[in-house]
């Protein structure tokens, strides 16, 4: 280790939904020699250039927002559902949020679940978008016949391309209710996620093959449908002179052209076949309650390390339990003739 080897680098103060407690997160830099066999099967000892490389892949995106800065000030954060919607536009969707039946209590749930899902990182990657939805127990599928979670993440990224924060997760829940309305706010929030949910490659453009997919699910949910949809992206390509290998239709484009009703039929995409709002509802036993167990071991990807006893029970969406050792003995006539321990 060089001297001198630990700065402070950030203090994040976290307060816990429904109590007047803090939770505060301290961000540390240290520095240390590191050399090339340093590397296990646990943790792995990464470049900034190859992080930059993997940033789909890690669990949040606390590295590199905080590698940024590690020769600035140290600086102090508070975090709270409060601070979620601080601005013009997020203050405008949590009135959408409102509109469509969402109470506090409700957002407080839903901010109480997403923080010890996400916990120590305060973003989701798809993977622990995937165990969110699995310990609220909420059924996301998407009216589409090519859903998946991929797409069903990447709709849900509005805010930031790679991570899906607090205020993103509310706002495609909204945007996925049936009574959402498709113009003016809930129709903008609503259009970014299909784009986002229809768009399959890296480049932040709709393809022609994504554009077919989309014009196949108006064909097959709404009135206003077109039989063909290939034809129906042919000449949409052609009137627009884009080459279909080449070229693709950027996010504002394709809001302009939603707004202007050149693309009809989206009012009927993103959709969900129950109410997420209804679905949080149901949920028995909801708890405002922090974990017990914050130091959950996880990988830079966000999935639990190998190896480990400590298993999340799949009987209870929070429960943990751990592995014992028992014997079975098989006796005859009082007679012990075998034991194992298993």
């Known amino acids: 280790m060089q001297s001198d080897p630990f700065c402070l680098l950030q203090v994040n103060q976290i307060r816990l939904p429904k109590y007047a407690d803090y939770l505060h997160q301290l961000v540390i830099v240290v520095e240390a020699n590191v050399c090339e066999n340093a590397n296990s099967n646990l943790y792995k000892w990464f470049t900034h250039q190859e992080m930059v490389s993997k940033w789909a892949n890690v669990w949040g995106p606390e590295p590199i927002h905080y ?6 000030v140290s600086k102090f954060y508070e975090l709270s ?3 979620e919607f601080r601005g013009k536009l997020a203050s405008k969707r949590r009135s959408l949020a409102i509109s469509l039946g969402y109470t506090e209590l409700d957002l407080t749930c839903l901010y109480s679940d997403y923080l010890r899902t996400c916990y120590p990182s305060l973003g989701m990657n ?9 310990a609220t127990r909420i059924d996301l599928t998407v009216k589409s016949a090519r859903h998946s979670p991929a797409r069903l993440f990447n709709s849900f990224c509005i805010s930031n391309g790679s991570y899906v924060r607090f205020k993103d997760l509310v706002f495609a829940l909204c945007a996925l209710e049936h009574h959402c309305d498709h113009g003016n706010v809930g129709g903008e929030l609503r259009t970014r996620c299909i784009f986002g949910y229809y768009v399959t490659t890296n480049s932040a453009l709709m393809s022609f093959n994504d554009l077919a997919s989309l014009y196949s699910d108006i064909a097959n949910y ?3 449908s077109s039989k063909n949809p290939i034809n129906s992206a042919v000449n949409f390509f052609a009137w627009f002179r884009l080459d279909k290998e080449k070229n693709g239709i950027p996010m504002a484009m394709f809001l302009h052209l939603v707004g202007k009703l050149v693309i009809r039929g989206t009012a009927s995409l993103f959709r969900c076949h129950e109410s997420p709002l209804a679905q949080l509802r149901q949920r028995e036993n909801i708890e405002l309650l922090w974990p017990r167990e914050m130091t959950i071991e996880r990988l830079l990807d966000g999935k639990p390390v190998p190896g480990k006893r400590t298993q999340r029970c799949r009987q209870c969406s929070m429960s943990e339990y751990s592995l014992a050792i028992h014997s079975l003995v098989y006796h005859t006539d009082n007679v012990v003739i075998e034991t194992i321990k298993v």
Do not use: D, P
């Open 222 to 224: 709404s009135k206003a």
């Open 81 to 83: 559902l409060e601070s």
């Open 126 to 134: 798809e993977t622990i978008l995937g165990e969110f939805l699995y």
């Open 67 to 72: 590698f940024a800065r590690i020769k600035q």
